[in-house]
């Protein structure tokens, strides 16, 4: 089980759950290199995407065997736009969501 620490206390998933943040402008590919952010233009609906900062054990199925996470921290990935929940740890904002909202990993 993958853990991030923030300031004094660990975060860590439960079951098939990840924990992430949102990509910035930059990481996005909507900010250029001086500085200039590009407006967003496309349509809202979009499914957002997001890094992977930590990831919980995985789940168990009907006999009790541990079904492993297949994503893991530092994963680049698209979610669906309405399945996390918003929460905020030292300022920051994090979604929580379950590992079959996440519809693809970018390499």
Avoid: C, H, W
Wanted: net charge neutral; glycine share 10%; charged share 30%.
């Amino acid at each position: 089980m993958k853990k991030q620490s923030t300031k004094g206390f660990d975060v860590v998933p439960l079951g098939d759950r990840v924990l992430l943040r949102s990509l910035s402008a930059e990481e996005l590919g909507s900010k250029t290199l001086s500085g200039i952010i590009i407006p967003e233009t496309v349509d809202r609906e979009k499914p957002e995407q997001g890094m992977i900062v930590a990831v919980g054990e995985g789940k168990y199925d009907d006999n009790g065997k541990l079904i492993p996470m297949r994503v893991r921290v530092g994963d680049r990935v698209v979610f669906s736009k309405y399945s996390p929940n918003e929460i905020k740890l030292d300022g920051k904002e994090y979604f929580i969501l379950d590992e079959s909202s996440i519809l693809a990993v970018i390499k």
